[in-house]
């Protein structure tokens, strides 16, 4: 029986395929698969990769699920390679760009995205050490559609940038401003460079005054390990009225009054998840609180729940 070894010319070209059909093609892989093998083939499937429909969203969120995170991601090598991949994007998209999830970019490319990506909808830049106030200014003034926001562990974002983006953002229904846990750094020690873990933003009242001032049609907050204190929880429901999801978790300058009594008038809330975490009494000392009751009355002694 004779059998062919070498696949005929006419099976193995792929770069004869019609755009159309490499497009169609290139939707269906994951975004993963388009970067690493497809794209390198032949100029024929590089110029289809580039082409503006594949664009219209770039999410990296998948290639981060990780049980623990790598030192690598917080390299300026790595920042810079992330920063490639999302200039390269804005420039294929041509303003069909709608929906950003990364991590580890910085201002260099945000500042291409306000400039060239209008439309943006959902943008979503966690763990971005040196994503600052300037670029998030230039989204606030150019990204006027979004609606969903996430800057968790964007520590060099102030409130003043929230402030912006309420402001000139009338859609945003979503933040996400949650923080590393400040309580047990240890889950991040080795990993996050310390300078970076220490460096926690203390305004948890300012943030919150900007959130309640600029931001009414909040549906959904997240600001785990917020700093904030009950007047700046207070501040959140009386001017997000219409908040159906919060999240509080590990807020420890909280206590579960703080938090009822704040979240009575807010008439929509559908879910709201309260300070969880466990605090060995050795951390305190009793002269700290003067006796034992209102230590109890504060951290819910039987299994620390606020």
């Not at 970067?35 to 969120?61: I, Q």
């Not at 306000?114 to 300037?134: G, H, M």
Request: with cysteine.
């Amino acid at each position: 029986m004779n059998v062919e070894t070498e696949p005929k010319e006419s099976e193995s070209d792929w770069g004869e395929l019609t755009r159309e059909l490499l497009i169609n093609i290139l939707s269906r892989l994951s975004v993963e698969d388009r970067w690493r093998g497809t794209m390198m083939v032949c100029k024929p499937w590089f110029s289809a990769f580039k082409d503006p429909s594949l664009h219209s969203v770039f999410d990296l969120d998948s290639q981060f699920d990780s049980p623990l995170e790598s030192t690598r991601w917080w390299t300026p090598q790595f920042e810079a390679m992330i920063d490639s991949m999302l200039q390269s994007v804005v420039k294929w998209a041509q303003s069909s760009l709608t929906q950003i999830r990364i991590r580890h970019c910085s201002d260099r490319s945000l500042a291409l995205v306000a400039q060239r990506c209008p439309n943006i909808e959902v943008l979503s830049i966690r763990s971005c050490p040196r994503v600052t106030d300037d670029s998030m200014s230039k989204i606030a003034l150019s990204c006027k559609k979004l609606r969903e926001l996430d800057i968790s562990y964007c520590y060099e974002i102030s409130h003043e940038s929230l402030v912006l983006i309420g402001r000139n953002c009338p859609n945003l229904k979503v933040l996400k401003r949650n923080f590393m846990n400040w309580l047990d750094p240890s889950q991040h020690q080795g990993i996050v460079p310390n300078e970076y873990l220490n460096a926690c933003p203390q305004d948890g009242d300012d943030e919150a005054v900007a959130i309640a001032n600029s931001m009414p049609d909040l549906k959904h907050l997240e600001i785990r390990f917020s700093k904030l204190s009950a007047k700046g929880l207070n501040s959140i429901s009386q001017g997000c009225p219409n908040l159906e999801f919060l999240d509080l978790s590990g807020c420890a300058n909280l206590t579960s009054r703080d938090i009822a009594n704040a979240s009575s008038s807010l008439v929509h809330l559908e879910v709201i998840k309260k300070p969880n975490f466990y605090i060995p009494r050795s951390v305190f000392h009793t002269e700290r609180y003067g006796h034992w009751s209102l230590y109890d009355e504060r951290f819910q002694t039987d299994i620390f729940r606020i």
